[in-house]
């Protein structure tokens, strides 16, 4: 069974830099779609940015601050995040439709102002 694991989780500052990978134990290319989420304490799981064969979509949020980008080779996505703001503070998950949701263990990332 396919699995997803996430790294690069932390604490930064605001205005700060982070760089989320997310590993997956087969080759991605046949991924529909990969992509992040985060979920804030209290708050709904909600969607940071996705990738499939043809776009790359982000939350109006992160625009302009997140990218992301798949390395089919090394079976990774990553989610390059740029001047965090607290509000960004969330654990971050990583997703793929593999037919079904696949979900990674999640990682913290916390933003202190």
């Known amino acids: 069974q396919v699995q997803l694991v996430e790294s690069g989780g932390g604490l930064v500052q605001a205005g700060g830099s982070l760089r989320l990978s997310c590993v997956a134990s087969?080759?991605?290319?046949?991924?529909?779609?990969m992509g992040w989420y985060r979920q804030a304490p209290g708050k709904q799981r909600e969607l940071v940015a996705t990738?499939?064969?043809?776009?790359?979509n982000y939350a109006d949020s992160v625009k302009g601050r997140f990218t992301l980008s798949r390395d089919n080779a090394k079976n990774t996505v990553y989610l390059q995040m740029n001047s965090l703001k607290p509000e960004d503070t969330a654990v971050y998950y990583c997703?793929?439709?593999?037919?079904?949701?696949?979900w990674g263990q999640g990682t913290q990332v916390t933003v202190s102002s």
């Open positions: 087969r080759t991605i290319f046949s991924f529909n779609a």
């Open positions: 990738i499939t064969s043809s776009s790359t």
């Open positions: 997703y793929a439709w593999v037919g079904y949701d696949l």
